[in-house]
């Protein structure tokens, strides 16, 4: 079974462009999330899409959106760039059991993003 | 709310000897307890779990993990650590009480195993 893909996995991009980041999660899984990974301030939570709706949301500003499509596949944009937004963003995927989050997390490797 | 501190930043041993890597989490309701590894420009790869049951996990590549709800810990370990073992882990914690809640991460330890 193919595991979390990430496009594109590096990306060098100035402040004020805008980004799209994709993941295709495993098949089957419904539930896909976003972490931002950055040295200073470890794992930080995006957001959760499940059947293309948003579960849960992290605590960053309005710059930074997802969306999630029917055959579960999600991106994340992130508009009017900022040099702190560089960091590695790490897409997961799960399965639910009755709309509950009891098991891991399957990773993909991640997207770096470069902001100049 | 739910939280977890890793309050190592790393953690040396030499090959051979026995590893242990801490976690605390704080939870309203009953824990569930992850172990992620990370190598150099990878994603997170999923080590164990603890959900409710026996207190002693076993886990991929030979690591196990205690949970501890009186002291509310959940430390990862290893008989006898390998050079390859050297990574970032990560411990993970979602409170039952709220199942639709995000999994929360701690800050992660980087373990340094020496040849």
């Known amino acids: 079974k193919a595991g979390v893909t990430q496009t594109p996995r590096y990306l060098i991009k100035t402040r004020g462009q805008q980004v799209t980041l994709s993941c295709s999660p495993i098949s089957g899984h419904r539930s896909v999330s976003w972490y931002q990974q950055t040295p200073g301030q470890g794992l930080q939570f995006l957001f959760e899409?499940?059947?293309?709706?948003?579960?849960n949301k992290g605590n960053f500003p309005g710059r930074f959106s997802g969306r999630q499509f029917s055959n579960s596949r999600s991106e994340m944009n992130v508009s009017t760039l900022e040099l702190g937004d560089s960091a590695l963003y790490l897409c997961?995927?799960?399965?639910?059991?009755?709309?509950?989050?009891?098991?891991?997390?399957?990773f993909g490797e991640g997207s770096r993003l470069t902001v100049l | 709310a739910q939280s977890v501190a890793q309050p190592e930043d790393q953690v040396n041993v030499a090959e051979g000897n026995p590893l242990t890597v801490k976690c605390t989490y704080s939870?309203?309701?009953?824990?569930?307890l992850f172990w992620y590894v990370q190598y150099p420009n990878r994603g997170l790869q999923f080590l164990l779990k603890?959900?409710?049951?026996?207190?002693l996990v076993k886990g991929s590549y030979g690591f196990e993990a205690e949970f501890n709800k009186s002291q509310t810990s959940f430390h990862l370990k290893k008989p006898s650590a390998l050079v390859s073992d050297s990574a970032l882990y990560f411990c993970?914690?979602?409170?039952?009480?709220?199942?639709?809640?995000?999994?929360?991460f701690g800050s992660g330890t980087r373990l340094q195993v020496q040849p």
């Open positions: 939870v309203s309701g009953n824990p569930y």
């Open positions: 603890y959900i409710t049951g026996d207190n």
């Open positions: 993970a914690v979602r409170d039952e009480d709220e199942g639709r809640r995000a999994l929360t």
């Open positions: 899409y499940f059947s293309e709706t948003q579960r």
């Open positions: 997961a995927s799960s399965l639910l059991a009755g709309g509950l989050n009891t098991g891991e997390l399957f």
